[in-house]
């Protein structure tokens, strides 16, 4: 099994996963201190570390608090899919530890930090607070939505789009987690694994990045990236932003 | 709406829900078909749910399959997944602010029709509906993660022996397949858009799997006839999901019944 390098001491912080479940619902005082009080400690896992293991058993949530790692899954021929990034804010272990053992891998990307949760102990909690159930439940119908995208990316979407809608995915998503500014983010992420997400080489990603400079809808500096264009940009992808209906509370 | 216990307790959603949280209570699972506001059956080949539209419903399938899918403005379509009896349609309609995809039916298909609104009001006093429906989610989730390493990294025959495999165990739960035979409810088609290949090489890929001993074909029924060499070839890792009672600490009550919690005990009422 991975083994966490360090342990930090359980210190307060700020914590991307609280601001994205707040963006679903109107979330107590009570049910965010309850939350906060359920994480066990946190680690740091360093760059190209795996997080969890396909076909081990891992009943923890790992929850993203700083850094990016990416959910793969290795076939028997050795090709290798990448599913997902996981961004701050990200659980993961959601489905895997729903699952008796993990059906897919998780591997930093770069230095991490984490809290985590045995998952037994959030069920409970979410038991005890309607609230958090309930924007958890927002939380993994917003994530069906987001991969429900990936698919078409991968069978219909041009190379030139599957980059644009990316780079659009991944603003919405650190925007929503508190980790990005208006129209730039951090993304420390090779054109290999970028490739490996979206089915195209890393030369083919990177001509494409080219393409959406030189189109002057994006602008990349080292790992900044920032969006001049962002409503060209959304019409090039075809980016549909899935806005979750603002809050729950309001409903009623 | 009154209904009968037996015929909620058979209800394919509820199997479902049951498979993952087998201790899941009748007055919960009954409070939730309180939110249902009508049976509806619904016609082969009619759009549910339309790209772009707002929705305030959403449906249990109780029988019938349909499809879900994209289309980009100049009309490239993807199926991204299929939904079969126990199913849940529109959630995302419910949840968003417009529905992100379209849902069409694919044969005639049996439903029931629920209030979103209510459904939310039901589930923010029953924290283990919303539980329950979190792990539904959940599972659907590991579907969508199948489909992107179908496209993205197996060949044609891989892609069709792992999509039979999974479609047969999800047929299976709800009791629409036995152990190794179910009716295909999908045309080649369909199948082609959903694992991004012609219909003519669906075709092709079905009988290469026939002709090497590892499934049979009758019109539309298949028979599996070599599971543990479908798996091989297809890298296929079944979903065990683990009961959601053994990992909750055994402290909790064994029936999940939101009527045992006491309302706005230590939540803010939504």
């Given at each position: 099994?991975?083994?966490?390098?360090?342990?930090?001491?359980?210190?307060?912080?700020?914590?991307?996963?609280?601001?994205?479940?707040?963006?679903?619902?109107?979330?107590?005082?009570?049910?965010?201190?309850?939350?906060?009080?359920?994480?066990?400690?946190?680690?740091?896992?360093?760059?190209?570390?795996?997080?969890?293991?396909?076909?081990?058993?891992?009943?923890?949530?790992?929850?993203?608090?700083?850094?990016?790692?990416?959910?793969?899954?290795?076939?028997?021929?050795?090709?290798?899919?990448?599913?997902?990034?996981?961004?701050?804010?990200?659980?993961?272990?959601?489905?895997?530890?729903?699952?008796?053992?993990?059906?897919?891998?998780?591997?930093?990307?770069?230095?991490?930090?984490?809290?985590?949760?045995?998952?037994?102990?959030?069920?409970?909690?979410?038991?005890?607070?309607?609230?958090?159930?309930?924007?958890?439940?927002?939380?993994?119908q917003h994530e069906l939505a987001t991969y429900a995208d990936h698919i078409v990316d991968?069978g219909r979407r041009?190379?030139?789009?599957?980059?644009?809608h990316?780079?659009?995915?991944?603003?919405?998503?650190?925007?929503?987690?508190?980790?990005?500014?208006?129209?730039?983010?951090?993304?420390?992420?090779?054109?290999?694994?970028?490739?490996?997400?979206?089915?195209?080489?890393?030369?083919?990603?990177?001509?494409?990045?080219?393409?959406?400079?030189?189109?002057?809808?994006?602008?990349?500096?080292?790992?900044?990236?920032?969006?001049?264009?962002?409503?060209?940009?959304?019409?090039?992808?075809q980016f549909e932003p899935l806005s979750?209906?603002?809050?729950?509370?309001?409903?009623? | 709406?009154?209904?009968?216990?037996?015929?909620?307790?058979?209800?394919?959603?509820?199997?479902?829900?049951?498979?993952?949280?087998?201790?899941?209570?009748?007055?919960?699972?009954?409070?939730?078909?309180?939110?249902?506001?009508?049976?509806?059956?619904?016609?082969?080949?009619?759009d549910i749910f339309v790209q772009g539209y707002k929705s305030?419903?959403y449906y249990?399938?109780?029988?019938?399959?349909a499809m879900r899918y994209h289309l980009l403005h100049?009309?490239r379509r993807q199926i991204y997944s299929v939904v079969?009896?126990?199913d849940v349609i529109g959630l995302a309609a419910t949840f968003l602010a417009v529905s992100p995809k379209s849902v069409c039916s694919?044969?005639?298909?049996?439903?029931?029709?629920?209030?979103?609104?209510?459904?939310?009001?039901?589930?923010?006093?029953?924290?283990?509906?919303?539980?329950?429906?979190?792990?539904?989610l959940?599972?659907e989730l590991?579907l969508h993660?199948?489909r992107?390493?179908?496209?993205?990294?197996?060949?044609?025959?891989?892609?069709?022996?792992?999509?039979?495999?999974?479609?047969?165990?999800?047929?299976?739960?709800?009791?629409?397949?036995?152990?190794?035979?179910?009716?295909?409810?999908?045309?080649?088609?369909?199948?082609?858009d959903l694992?991004?290949?012609?219909?003519?090489?669906?075709?092709?890929?079905?009988?290469?799997?026939?002709?090497?001993?590892?499934?049979?074909?009758?019109?539309?029924?298949?028979?599996?006839?070599?599971?543990?060499?479908?798996?091989?070839?297809?890298?296929?890792?079944?979903?065990?999901?683990?009961?959601?009672?053994?990992?909750?600490?055994?402290?909790?009550?064994?029936?999940?019944?939101?009527?045992?919690?006491?309302?706005?005990?230590?939540?803010?009422?939504?």
């Amino acid at each position: 099994m991975p083994v966490p390098l360090r342990l930090v001491s359980n210190q307060p912080v700020s914590n991307p996963l609280i601001t994205r479940l707040c963006g679903y619902a109107a979330l107590s005082a009570e049910e965010i201190a309850g939350l906060d009080a359920a994480f066990e400690r946190r680690l740091v896992i360093k760059k190209r570390r795996d997080v969890i293991l396909e076909g081990y058993e891992s009943h923890r949530l790992h929850i993203a608090i700083s850094g990016f790692a990416a959910r793969y899954k290795l076939l028997a021929n050795g090709k290798r899919q990448v599913i997902s990034i996981v961004l701050p804010g990200d659980i993961i272990g959601m489905p895997s530890a729903f699952f008796r053992s993990s059906l897919y891998s998780v591997t930093a990307l770069s230095d991490m930090t984490m809290q985590v949760v045995r998952l037994d102990a959030f069920l409970a909690l979410c038991r005890r607070m309607p609230g958090l159930a309930i924007a958890m439940l927002w939380c993994s119908q917003h994530e069906l939505a987001t991969y429900a995208d990936h698919i078409v990316d991968v069978g219909r979407r041009s190379p030139l789009e599957r980059v644009a809608h990316f780079v659009l995915e991944m603003h919405a998503r650190l925007r929503a987690a508190g980790c990005a500014e208006d129209r730039s983010f951090e993304l420390p992420l090779s054109q290999e694994i970028i490739g490996d997400l979206l089915g195209l080489s890393a030369p083919h990603v990177n001509r494409m990045l080219h393409q959406l400079k030189a189109e002057r809808l994006i602008s990349v500096d080292r790992h900044q990236v920032m969006i001049n264009d962002p409503e060209g940009l959304q019409m090039l992808a075809q980016f549909e932003p899935l806005s979750p209906l603002a809050q729950v509370g309001s409903a009623h | 709406m009154s209904r009968s216990e037996a015929r909620i307790e058979g209800h394919p959603f509820v199997i479902r829900l049951r498979e993952i949280f087998p201790s899941l209570g009748l007055v919960t699972i009954s409070s939730l078909f309180e939110a249902v506001a009508e049976d509806l059956s619904i016609p082969p080949r009619r759009d549910i749910f339309v790209q772009g539209y707002k929705s305030p419903d959403y449906y249990l399938v109780e029988r019938g399959f349909a499809m879900r899918y994209h289309l980009l403005h100049d009309g490239r379509r993807q199926i991204y997944s299929v939904v079969v009896p126990g199913d849940v349609i529109g959630l995302a309609a419910t949840f968003l602010a417009v529905s992100p995809k379209s849902v069409c039916s694919l044969t005639e298909m049996q439903v029931q029709r629920l209030h979103a609104d209510r459904f939310l009001e039901i589930a923010s006093r029953s924290p283990p509906l919303s539980l329950a429906m979190m792990c539904y989610l959940t599972y659907e989730l590991s579907l969508h993660y199948d489909r992107l390493i179908e496209l993205g990294r197996q060949s044609p025959v891989e892609r069709v022996a792992h999509f039979l495999l999974r479609l047969h165990a999800r047929l299976q739960i709800v009791g629409c397949a036995n152990e190794t035979e179910f009716d295909m409810p999908l045309s080649q088609e369909v199948t082609g858009d959903l694992l991004g290949l012609s219909a003519p090489h669906v075709n092709r890929m079905l009988h290469r799997l026939c002709s090497d001993g590892l499934i049979s074909m009758r019109r539309r029924h298949i028979e599996l006839t070599d599971i543990e060499g479908l798996r091989r070839l297809s890298d296929f890792a079944p979903f065990a999901t683990v009961p959601v009672p053994q990992i909750l600490p055994s402290s909790e009550p064994a029936a999940c019944d939101g009527a045992e919690i006491p309302e706005g005990a230590g939540c803010e009422p939504l």
